[in-house]
């Protein structure tokens, strides 16, 4: 099983290596023919002409643009990808501090996700051919309606301003400081023995994990719903049944476990959709992650630091898109070469 592992995991990061490539240069260039002079930003207002001229022949903004490229891309392979205009600060450091507070957020969103995915999928395969199927189905495509950003909306006007129920801004509440280590709160905080500031951090991902994992859940039931009922056609099925196993039984130990499959890949995918969606969400909490350092960036044309938020996303999304292709070839032995 791992001897058929390793080589898809190989082409994957080599697939991977050359995406990343493409998009740092995508980005690079994209960016660079924008109206947008970042010597004139790093300098103060009453700055000179000659003087915006010189930080130019300094950053190297002078050289032509395929040049510019090879020595940005050199130095990001170092680890060097410059300091933010805006922040005056080392871009590595700022990204480094927020790309922890996202992929929480996002897999804890992911496993709201998934439970709802899993129950309501189970549910809408359970009331097939009865009177509460056009109900339940009419329920998964109302959910299938309603995005991330309005279900965050209804949430904090529900549970954070009317009930006053849950925090809706930030991360922590404002007396507790963050504990030192790995950036991820949770974590950080169980290892510290802090369950002061664990039960706070969790009680700020509440509404926003739930509006991400709402929004994401619904694709997951469907296809799941229709995974089941492809696989209850199979002969397989049939001959369970005539062995008198249960109808829970057939479900539990044959069915799912083949209509799971295309649902995991489908999860692969919306995990990659749900991290990019947590930009907005951030937003509208205030969770100080990737999200909201982009907007900054973005608002401020911090060219530094959209390109390095901009690569942090892409090469999050590789790795989860290889590690669900290397979980789907676990799971299915079909796809294993000898």
């Given amino acids: 099983m791992i001897a058929t592992v390793f080589p898809l995991v190989g082409r994957r990061l080599l697939a991977s290596v050359l995406i990343l490539l493409i998009v740092s240069a995508l980005l690079f260039f994209v960016l660079h023919v924008l109206p947008v002079d970042p010597a004139a930003m790093s300098l103060p207002p009453s700055a000179t002409i000659a003087e915006i001229e010189a930080m130019r022949r300094e950053m190297g903004l002078d050289l032509p643009l395929p040049r510019q490229y090879l020595i940005w891309l050199s130095q990001v392979l170092q680890g060097d990808f410059g300091s933010s205009i805006h922040f005056r600060r080392d871009v590595l450091g700022l990204v480094g501090s927020a790309l922890p507070a996202t992929i929480e957020l996002a897999l804890l969103s992911m496993i709201v996700a998934t439970v709802l995915g899993i129950f309501g999928g189970l549910m809408l395969f359970h009331v097939r051919g009865s009177r509460m199927e056009p109900i339940v189905d009419f329920g998964s495509i109302l959910l299938l309606s309603i995005p991330e950003f309005l279900w965050s909306l209804f949430f904090i006007l529900i549970f954070g301003v009317a009930l006053q129920w849950l925090p809706f801004t930030g991360r922590l509440d404002p007396d507790l400081r963050l504990p030192q280590g790995t950036g991820f709160l949770l974590v950080d905080a169980l290892v510290a023995g802090r369950f002061d500031i664990f039960w706070s951090a969790m009680r700020h991902m509440v509404l926003p994990c739930f509006a991400l994992g709402i929004a994401f859940s619904p694709t997951i039931m469907r296809v799941l719903r229709s995974s089941l009922l ?109």
């Fill in 230 to 338: 492809d696989v209850y056609q199979e002969d397989y099925i049939h001959l369970a049944r005539l062995r008198g196993l249960s109808e829970w039984r057939i479900l539990r130990r044959h069915a799912l476990k083949n209509a799971i499959l295309p649902t995991l890949s489908l999860m692969g995918v919306q995990f990659g959709f749900l991290f990019g969606g947590t930009l907005l969400v951030e937003v509208i909490f205030s969770y100080p992650g990737l999200g909201n350092l982009m907007v900054d960036a973005v608002r401020n044309a911090d060219l530094p630091i959209i390109q390095a938020v901009g690569l942090a996303y892409c090469a999050v999304v590789l790795v989860i898109n290889t590690v669900v292709d290397s979980l789907y070839l676990v799971l299915n032995p079909k796809l294993r070469i000898r």
